[in-house]
């Protein structure tokens, strides 16, 4: 797992011969014909969106990162993804709902006694890996699988709120988690909508995204409308009760964090600088980010710190998008905290407790797939990747899609959107300070615990 979901960090880091060297270890020792059960939203996060952006570099379908051809290769990546997607197939048949089951195993299909509940960002954040495996076979059903499900799920809303819960009951439609916010089990699935429109140019994405962001808007959202100019407080989204849009709890999750980078996407980016400024707030207190933090009594309510990316993904992109130094320097402190807290022998470790940086024998794929990747492009200012970053897209597990018109259905062609210009009009005036100024980021601070007098253990 960890080599295939690292693939295309090492052409990020622009090292060909290692990028060709794992590339031949994978095809020549890498089978899917094996008795496991995977997950799969994360086999196809982290395995599909990985061969599928690794093919599209070696044969030049993605030419904007440099020429990565390899002689002896013969599209094996593509058709190890067609392997695995085809081996996962059964988890989207014979549910009563028509949506997937979240296991499946890769030789006996979805075994007895499985379990019935998917989160929705599982079972709704499929579509780019899908669609584009669809576009490269030139066989459109797997990306209908993932367009079904989607609508599916959207049908599942509430009638009275608009909004979604976090898991469902894949037989009876039923909420079972009615939990809604931005974090796990929901993060991806706005994340998709809007990345699946940028991709793939289908209006029904779009007026998917644009209409959850409304009732987000409406149900989560508290504190001041504009953050970097209005009076009162901060801006925070909250969890909320799907079937009344009443405040659940008081926890925010590090998950969240990636919100603030599809608000880049969308070209809200005061919103995303407030936003991304709490989980700023988060790190300063603790060097890493708690899995769980509650706002309201400021302490973690789950304190481990598993190296996920979203904080520093955020920072890259609110990065491109203001240019702004500030952001510079958020991503030094990440990579400073990191070499101090999780550095190990053999890598990076997960931390137990963000309080006391006890330990875990344990270093997730996406912290080389996301992480490390955007740290490097944050400083990397020349990387091709910031070069052409306009024509290019993030999957959530930080995989590179080209945005290209071979992807696009020629009828629903709309516009490829310049994400650098939309996204640069609005700070290009402040590029030179801080996007925040010190009384709104203080009080941001305070919010979030931090007080700017907390010692770190080392
Ligand atoms: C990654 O696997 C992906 O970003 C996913 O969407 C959710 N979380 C992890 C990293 O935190």
Known sequence: MMSIDSLDSLVVFQNKSEFHRAVRLIIDNVSFEKDVTVQVFEATIRVVGSLLSSHMILTNENNLLGDYRMPDYDGELLTMAHDIVLRMLPAFENTLTGLPYPRVNLIKGVLEGTINETCTAGAGSLLLEFGVLSRLLND????????????????????????LGNVIDVQTGEWKGILSGLGAGLDSFYEYMLKAYILFGDETDLKMYLDAQDQIWTHMRKGRANCRSDDGQP???????MRDGKVVNTWIDALQASFAGVLVLDGMIDEAVCFHALYYALWKKYGVLPERYNWHLKAPDVSFYPLRPEFAEATYLLYRATKSPFYLHVGREIIDSLNMHSRVRCGFATVHDVVDKTLEDRMESFFLSETTK?????????????????????????????????????ESLSPILDLNVSCQSNLVEDTLFPPLNENRLTQIFKMMGYYGNEVQAS
Request: hydrophobic share 35%; charged share 25%.
């Open 235 to 241: 801006p925070i989204y909250v969890n909320v009760d």
């Open 374 to 410: 955007y740290l490097y492009l944050l400083f990397d200012e020349d990387n091709p990747v910031n070069k052409n970053y306009s024509r290019l897209l993030f999957t959530t597990e930080g995989h590179i899609f080209p945005i290209s018109n071979k992807f696009r259905d020629a």
């Open 140 to 163: 459109s059903s797997f990306e209908i699988i993932a367009r079904k499900t989607n609508a599916r799920l959207w049908n599942f809303r509430d009638k009275r709120t608009g909004l």
